[in-house]
């Protein structure tokens, strides 16, 4: 074993002191992902702001962190990995507080972007400095651990967020971050006080992440702000579409050619690599998109609270700590494939069945798709991570980790982006059909106005039950639309190689090196 890696490695107490630091710095930074997801409404409402305006909250974060992901790899090499996590969590628990006191919109994003910023080393990191204290012969555990926080952390997000704004307040839903990462720097500076990293004066590739920046700003706007532009139609929109395409392309051409690149793109060279970034991130997509519709749908067309729609999402959450244990397990011995197959299958198969329901259903019939589908989480995430780690050179894991949670990222972002204009846009669309069927020759309006109802009353109760049987369809053709992606997230990952052949040959070098 290399011993400057031994050194890193810990036991007993120490490991699982650590490991739940460790753990508890990702799980921040992923839950920050989702607890706004069913806040939306609260807090456009209190600050004066519209709620296709308020999903900025949610996509300013998810950019800015996705942006900040690829840079940890430098970061570390020229600070040291433990100095760059202590100083995130310092960094993402001030900004949370600052989201808190913001008295507008345009304050509450831009500290969103900062908090993003801030926490966008915490989630490579926690995996990379976990992958060290557990060390070689428990790799497994380690993958299994930090898989299991991001998959629990975006379930976990909306329920915390739903009971914190109708118990408490939405500011809250930021505070609540200070003590943990206030907590976790003070234990990681007892636990790694002792511990020398090697640093190095590299220089930041600057070109490289000034086009980063401005081709993923550039788009994430586009996707934002398309549908009150009326897309293609409006040259603004047009103008930052030309923008992102040629920035994107200058940022290939160029991190493909610099010495030291702010992404690393070589690592693509590596099939079991590439294979699993994309299926990882059009599994994420369409698992944040029905994560992002799912609290609206509850909230706007059945009536949920906060709190309930929370509580609905929250159960994926429990389904998958049922099944994590033997999904880790599993992950440590078969081919990965297999598993990230039939559990991206598996979720696919529930979520189009879940494209069926109608507006009689109650809390347990919209909870138990979502309870199955939990069920195949921790089958995608802990072998996903497996094999994405186990693809590359051990120098490579830094910039692996930091690419595949930076593609993750984006992927979330564009997919929340994509969906609320989609989701909007057949609303309005069944809304129309709706109006023209429901009641074409009048007969139902008439008899209210029978019954005594005043006119403008009756116009409101058809229009109601127009708008929330328009909701529902519109909800059920996004539901659809994810479970195709899912099914193609779950073919893509067989262009990668057996896990198995890749434990052998791991297996051979270390022999070779001994």
Known sequence: ???????WELNGPALLITALVLAAGNFVAVLDTTIANVSVAHIAGGLGASNSQGTWVITSYAVAEAIMVPLTGWLSKRFGAVKVF????????????????????????????LQGLAGGPLLPLSLTLMLRVFGARRAAAANGVWAMTTLIAPVTGPVLGGWLCDEYSWPWIFYINVPFTF????????????????????PIDKIGLTL???????LQIMLDEGKDHDWFESNYIITLAVIAVIGFAAFLIWELTEPNPVVDLRVFRHSGFWTSTVSLCLMFGAFFSINVTTPLWLQTCMNFTSTW????????????????????KLSGTKDCRKLIFCG???????TYLRSFMDTDVDYWIAAAPLFLMGLGLPFVF????????????????DSAAGLINFCRSLAGAFATSIVNTYWENQTNYKHEQLSYLLDRYGDYFNGLIRSGIDPEVARGIID?????????????????????????????????????????????RSTQKS
């Open 86 to 113: 202590c100083f995130s969590l310092v960094g993402f628990g001030f900004f949370s507080a600052v989201c808190g006191l913001a008295n507008s919109l345009e304050m509450l994003v831009v500290a969103r972007v």
């Open 212 to 218: 980063l920046v401005i081709w993923v700003a550039a």
């Open 344 to 350: 991206i299958l598996w979720m696919a198969v529930i």
């Open 464 to 508: 109601r039950l127009t708008t929330q049987q328009s909701i529902m369809l519109a909800t059920n053709t996004v539901m659809q639309a994810c479970a195709v992606v899912l099914v193609i997230a779950a073919f893509s990952i067989w262009f990668g190689p057996n896990t198995n052949r890749i434990r052998a040959e791991l297996a051979r």
């Open 1 to 7: 074993m290399d011993k400057a890696m031994e050194k």
């Open 309 to 328: 729609a929370g509580r609905t999402t929250a159960v994926q959450g429990l389904a998958a700590l049922t099944v994590a244990t033997l999904a880790a």
């Open 183 to 202: 907590a976790s720097v003070v234990a990681l500076y007892f636990l790694f006080r002792n511990h020398q990293e090697k640093t190095d004066n590299s």
């Open 382 to 397: 802990v072998p996903i991570s497996t094999q994405s780690m186990m693809s590359v050179l051990p120098e490579e894991m």
